[in-house]
């Protein structure tokens, strides 16, 4: 069975990739991940990425991962990242 660690990094790399995509420079702020039915290691799954809103400088993405048939529900999740400045990263 995969991690749940590994699972959320992947989930936080799709969905942070998509609001990178919708809003430039974010970082995570709030990563909540339901996990339904165990991933079986070696398995390929499919990552569906929805733009739930904007709000301001907040991005709020939805992600499902499924078997690639859709027919697996495993793990469903919401996420909130906010828009940044290089200044945040050097700590500003
Ligand atoms: C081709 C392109 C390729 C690109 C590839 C890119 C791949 C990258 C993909 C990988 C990507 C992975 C990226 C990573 O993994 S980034 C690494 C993991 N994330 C972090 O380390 C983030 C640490 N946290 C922070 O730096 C700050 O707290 C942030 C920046 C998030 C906000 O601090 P900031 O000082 O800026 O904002 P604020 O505190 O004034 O709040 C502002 C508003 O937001 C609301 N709020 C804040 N926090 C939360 C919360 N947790 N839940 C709900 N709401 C929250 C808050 O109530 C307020 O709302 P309102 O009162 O205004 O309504």
């Known amino acids: 069975m ?3 660690g590994a699972i959320a990094t992947m ?3 799709v969905t942070g990739t998509h609001a990178t995509f919708l809003s430039g420079p974010v970082m995570t702020a709030n990563l909540n991940i339901n996990y339904r039915r165990p991933i079986p290691l070696g ?3 499919l ?3 929805s733009l739930e809103k904007k709000e301001g400088r907040k991005t709020f993405i939805t992600c499902r991962v499924t078997s690639t048939d859709g027919s697996k529900l495993h793990t469903e999740t919401s996420a909130l990242f906010l828009s940044i400045t ?3 990263l050097l700590g500003g």
Do not use: R, Y
């Open 2 to 4: 995969s991690m749940g």
């Open 11 to 13: 989930i936080d790399t």
């Open 43 to 45: 398995s390929t799954v």
């Open 47 to 49: 990552l569906e990425s």
């Open 86 to 88: 290089a200044s945040h």
